[in-house]
């Protein structure tokens, strides 16, 4: 009697994809970048990720992995003298990491491989979704979880950190600002996100600026109360339905691991009690794998420096699994 071999996760999510050319190939982007906020250590995270396994698990699933160049580029682009503009701080080395950034996704989205992305702060994901939205244009479907909106403008922020503004320059929310365009910084950020095809899951803690601009445009956001009320199984099929009803558009996730409650993912810089349990976390990125339309994903602001090395192992792990999972690792 003839025996066959069980397809790998790798397979099953390439023959699923509706997207990509080169669906069972993974190019990965690692971002050792904390220029977005005031705490080090979260530019570890990529490091610590990859020594924990990160590409090894992907590459164990059946995927070949393509890494984009030598991570310690980004560190090298810190500018000598970065003063603030428009209150935001580091803005010249924000500016030149994203568009590397945005650079290396491109490529990877452009040769049909999913495009993961290891950060590093949020603001990354300035570059990451210019990056995506310049091959999939105003069909991306971006799904953000977050403990936090990032939807501050340079008039709104408070902390002037841009890891708290990335999604207001990508949605074109940003007033002209004189000073930014004077020192030419993010004047190659276009609006490349559709308002309608945004939405969020998980914010707990939102700015009182964030909750005017989410009223004001509209933008479906899912907070931990419609979690608990109706269960993470819904609020995931009402995300998705909201942002892509047919399930025939392109996806770019981007998860913040503070999303996560601080007792699953403690070494993170701003954690929020009240957060995503470890099941709840997962089945976002399985149910989001399950629809074939993953194209990009980040992974972001695990902090190795905060907490003891339990919680930096606990962290990491979880951010590894998250990724396994959002390339269709399943629990049968």
């Known amino acids: 009697m003839g025996s066959s071999t069980a397809p790998t996760d790798a397979q099953l999510m390439s023959r699923r994809s509706k997207f990509l050319e080169n669906g069972a190939t993974v190019g990965v982007t690692c971002v050792p970048f904390s ?70 996704v491109q490529a990877h989205c452009s040769k049909g491989r999913i495009a ?77 996100v559709r308002k309608d095809r945004l939405v969020y899951i998980g914010l707990r803690d939102v700015d009182s600026g964030e909750k005017e601009i989410l009223r004001k445009h509209g933008i479906k956001a899912f907070s931990m109360h419609d979690v608990d009320k109706h269960g993470i199984g819904k609020v995931v099929e009402m995300a998705l339905d909201h942002v892509n009803k047919d399930r025939l558009l392109p996806i770019h996730m981007s998860f913040d691991v503070d999303a996560l409650d601080p007792t699953v993912a403690p070494a993170t810089g701003t954690p929020v009690r009240g957060g ?40 990491v792990a979880v951010g590894c699994s998250l990724v396994r999972c959002s390339l269709g690792e399943s629990l049968l």
């Open 276 to 315: 995503l349990t470890f099941r709840e976390g997962h089945y976002i990125c399985e149910a989001v794998a399950e629809t074939g339309c993953l194209v990009a994903l980040d992974l972001v602001e695990v902090n190795p420096t905060l907490g003891d090395p339990e919680s930096l192992r606990q962290t």
């Open 35 to 104: 220029g977005g906020q005031p705490k080090g250590g979260v530019d570890d995270g990529p490091v610590e990720m990859v020594r924990f396994g990160i590409l090894d698990q992907i590459q164990g699933m059946g995927y070949d992995v393509e890494l984009s160049d030598n991570m310690d580029k980004y560190r090298s682009m810190r500018p000598a003298s970065d003063p603030p503009v428009d209150n935001l701080k580091n803005p010249r080395y924000v500016d030149l990491a994203t568009r590397r950034v945005a650079e290396q």
């Open 116 to 192: 993961v992305t290891l950060g590093g702060d949020h603001s990354i994901a300035m570059g990451t979704l210019v990056g995506s939205s310049a091959v999939y244009g105003d069909d991306l479907c971006v799904v953000w979880i977050d403990a936090h909106a990032d939807i501050n403008t340079p008039s709104t922020t408070e902390s002037g950190n841009l890891h708290g503004c990335p999604l207001s320059f990508v949605l074109g929310l940003c007033e002209p600002s004189e000073a930014l365009s004077t020192a030419g910084l993010f004047d190659w950020i276009k609006p490349c």
